[in-house]
Nanobody
Framework: QVQLVESGGGLVQTGGSLRVSCAAS????????MGWFRQAPGKERDFVAA????????HYADSVKGRFTISRDSAEDAVYLQMNNLKPEDTAVYYC????????????????????WGQGTQVTVSS
């Protein structure tokens, strides 16, 4: 079991930057691949970025590629999402997710791939 808590959301203008964080607690000695997803009002939860437990392999949705960066600090049991050049369409609740895996370099992009989720943090980009 692992518990996830997001923080760092807020209101930012178009073109601005924001970093959201996810702190993990519980069985963090296990090998967890991590992901960020987002959900806008009335829409499905969509994949944003993922990072593997080992090697630091990353993968991004096309809509955020080149603007967002996912990273992790294993010593702090934390994962981050640095968001630059934000656009109004990035407005959503951002969720951190985790799953245990024995595949060191694997990342996962599906909502169903992750059994553990945080409560979400709101990111609003004004035009």
């Amino acid at each position: 079991q692992v518990q996830l808590v997001e923080s760092g959301g807020g209101l930012v203008q178009t073109g601005g930057s924001l970093r959201v964080s996810c702190a993990a607690s519980g069985s963090t000695s296990s090998r967890y691949a991590m992901g960020w997803f987002r959900q806008a009002p009335g829409k499905e939860r969509d994949f944003v970025a993922a990072i593997s437990w080992y090697f630091g392999n990353t993968h991004y949705a096309d809509s955020v590629k080149g603007r967002f960066t996912i990273s992790r600090d294993s010593a702090e049991d934390a994962v981050y999402l640095q968001m630059n050049n934000l656009k109004p369409e990035d407005t959503a609740v951002y969720y951190c997710a985790a799953r245990s895996t024995t595949r060191n370099g694997a990342y996962f992009t599906g909502v169903a791939d992750y059994p553990y989720w945080g409560q979400g943090t709101q990111v609003t980009v004004s035009s």
